[in-house]
């Protein structure tokens, strides 16, 4: 007897449909909701990258072309940075020269690099570059030949989620990006020797 009222009562329970639309309606929606938002937002988060890198590479590809540069120069790359990632939000911009020396040939652990000159734009947490920070970054930076330049262009911003759908507090977006001068050897910066020896 209670086998077939258990019966009954499930199949009635299964054979109902009055308001199931917004019971279903009810649990989905939130879940529809969530899954637009975050979609929305990591794309986002793409495209913030996305113009970061595109502003790095621009500046970079710039810079290499000079044969000399001042502070003008850095203060209005820092404005196009600016204006090709579309914001005047908290974003950072080191540019540095970074020559790579061999002290004896024959010893392949006696090589280092060290500092030309280097210069930061913008707030946050950048510092020029000193050669003590670069002088055995033998894994950040490329094998280079005795005596050459190499222009280091980095940038730092911070992406503040619109919705919170999982990304924690503000995202740091960092862009580093190497080249070299192309119509010179050396890049030089305002007064500064272009010869000036490591410190």
């Known amino acids: ?44 988060v793409h495209r913030y990258r996305s113009a970061r890198e595109k502003a790095t590479y621009t500046i970079a590809d710039l ?23 579309n914001d005047n939000g908290n974003n950072q911009l080191r540019i540095s020269v970074v020559v790579f ?48 330049d190499l222009i280091l262009v980095e940038a730092a911003s911070t992406y503040q989620p619109v919705f919170n759908v999982g990304l924690s507090g503000n995202v740091q977006i960092d862009t580093r990006l190497f080249t070299k001068p192309r119509f010179t050897e050396q890049l030089c910066y305002e007064a500064q020797s272009c010869y000036q020896a490591p410190s």
């Open 1 to 44: 007897m209670e086998k077939s009222f258990c019966h009954r009562v499930i199949r009635r329970f299964c054979g109902e449909r009055d308001g199931s639309v917004m019971v279903e309606t009810v649990i989905t929606l939130p879940l529809l909701v969530w899954a637009l938002v975050a979609t929305w937002e990591f794309f986002e």
């Open 63 to 85: 810079i290499s072309r000079e044969q000399g540069i001042e502070d003008v120069y850095i203060d209005n790359a820092m404005s196009l940075f600016d204006g090709i990632s």
């Open 101 to 148: 020396e061999t002290n004896d040939p024959d010893d392949a652990n006696d090589n280092e690099y060290w500092i030309r000159w280097s210069e930061v734009r913008g707030n946050g947490g950048f510092t020029a570059l000193t050669t003590n920070d670069v002088r055995n970054s033998f894994d950040t930076l490329p094998i280079m030949n005795d005596g050459e």
